[in-house]
């Protein structure tokens, strides 16, 4: 039986209407309509209710329909790791930042004169290299949590 099939039959023993399961899951009675019509499937959360609500496990809910448990597996990965995510946007924006400030400071000094120059001790190599690897390391990061994990 397939979750829609399998959603309707529960509500049906209770005796419920669709406003009703609705009223107790806190969804709207229309997103109840469409689950069991088979034209949209509950998040994980509303799954979790519904199987505490009917009495039933979430693994019978879930294996009945093969389309339904692919969309929570890519639900589950979207969240997965979204720190790391972030954590390597963030990389990345510090390189660009970086390498801008470099840009701003350079073209100061030599269309205005100024002379702004890198702390004593900082060595040559890192203060050219640093934004560019910030920028690659971060860039090659956020792909790979992209594509593992949307």
Excluded at 39 to 60: A, H, Q, R
Excluded at 114 to 134: H, K, Q, Y
């Amino acid at each position: 039986m397939v979750f829609s099939e399998r959603l309707k039959s529960e509500r049906e023993k209770k005796g419920w209407s669709q406003a009703d399961l609705a009223d107790k899951i806190h969804v709207s009675r229309q997103s109840v309509s469409k689950w069991e019509t088979g034209k949209n499937y509950p998040s994980i959360e509303v799954i979790i209710n519904l199987s505490d609500l009917f009495g039933v496990t979430i693994d019978e809910l879930l294996r009945s329909d093969e389309e339904l448990k692919d969309k929570v597996i890519q639900d589950s990965k979207q969240l997965a790791h979204p720190k790391w995510k972030v954590f390597c946007d963030s990389v990345f924006m510090l390189g660009v930042f970086l390498l801008v400030s470099k840009i701003i400071i350079f073209a100061s000094n030599y269309f205005f004169g100024t002379s702004i120059v890198m702390p004593e001790g900082v060595p040559r190599f890192l203060s050219n290299f640093l934004p560019l690897f910030l920028m690659v390391a971060g860039g090659i990061g956020s792909d790979y949590f992209k594509d593992k994990y949307i």
